[in-house]
């Protein structure tokens, strides 16, 4: 597609429950991120994919977090038994990827969702 | 470690006025710096990078921000507001593993009034 298109924009869940947050990147951009952005602060990186493997999940804050890419093109990323600490907004990046150089590691964002646990 | 930090959460200024807003980098090597902008309910864009090529970068908007490495300073700045420069702006730094995984500041809200 034209950009990173995240879904939902918008989820409220009670509190124990189970979320998954989707994320489609880029056509062809073979890298995928997942950010975390808490109210008033800045983004926290969760989570790296290089095609369908994740080389980096060092930011994932607790084993209730989980992230998939399959196709080398669609990530979920799964909250189970959901925490009012977890309400955020949930950022999704990706960029082409596959070397060193600035240019294939331009990270492009999603509009986010926002997930808001009751 | 990378860091950055943005020395004011918000701005405001007026419009046709010049704007500054300011981040320090701590780093052990000169790296490279991005500036991002998130309008409300829009992706972070990209603005500007710094990547050691020349020390005044100039980006989308009319935004530039030159890097200081004497004083470990990334300021962006604009010579004249406009109303659609009402956003969140982010300084951002690659950490240790490279561009794979940003730090970000924690953000400066700009205001512009009419």
């Known amino acids: 597609g034209a950009g990173v298109s995240q879904s939902p924009s918008n989820k409220v869940t009670e509190k124990g429950k189970d979320v998954e947050l989707r994320c489609d990147p880029i056509?062809?951009?073979?890298?995928l991120y997942w950010y975390r952005q808490r109210l008033g602060q800045g983004l926290e990186f969760l989570i790296y994919?290089?095609?369908?493997?994740?080389?980096?999940k060092s930011g994932l804050p607790s084993d209730r977090f989980s992230a998939e890419r399959t196709g080398e093109s669609v990530s979920t990323l799964t909250i189970q038994r959901t925490q009012q600490e977890d309400s955020a907004v949930y950022l999704c990046?990706?960029?082409?990827?596959?070397?060193?150089?600035?240019?294939?590691?331009?990270?492009?964002f999603g509009a986010g969702t926002r997930l808001s646990v009751l | 470690a990378q860091s950055v930090t943005q020395l004011d959460s918000h701005v405001s200024v007026s419009e046709g006025t010049p704007v500054l807003l300011r981040c320090n980098y701590s780093?052990?090597?000169?790296?490279?710096l991005f500036w991002y902008v998130q309008h409300p309910n829009k992706g972070l864009q990209l603005l500007l990078k710094?990547?050691?090529?020349?020390?005044l970068v100039k980006g989308i908007n009319g935004f530039e921000a030159e890097f200081k490495k004497s004083e470990t300073s990334f300021h962006l700045t604009k010579p004249s507001a406009h109303m659609s420069d009402a956003a969140e702006y982010f300084c951002v730094v690659p950490g240790a593993g490279g561009y794979n995984k940003l730090i970000f500041g924690a953000g400066t809200r700009l205001a512009v009034h009419p």
């Open positions: 780093s052990s090597y000169s790296p490279s």
């Open positions: 990046a990706s960029s082409s990827g596959g070397g060193w150089g600035l240019a294939k590691n331009i990270q492009y």
């Open positions: 710094y990547t050691s090529a020349a020390t």
């Open positions: 994919f290089q095609g369908n493997s994740a080389p980096d």
């Open positions: 056509s062809g951009h073979t890298a």
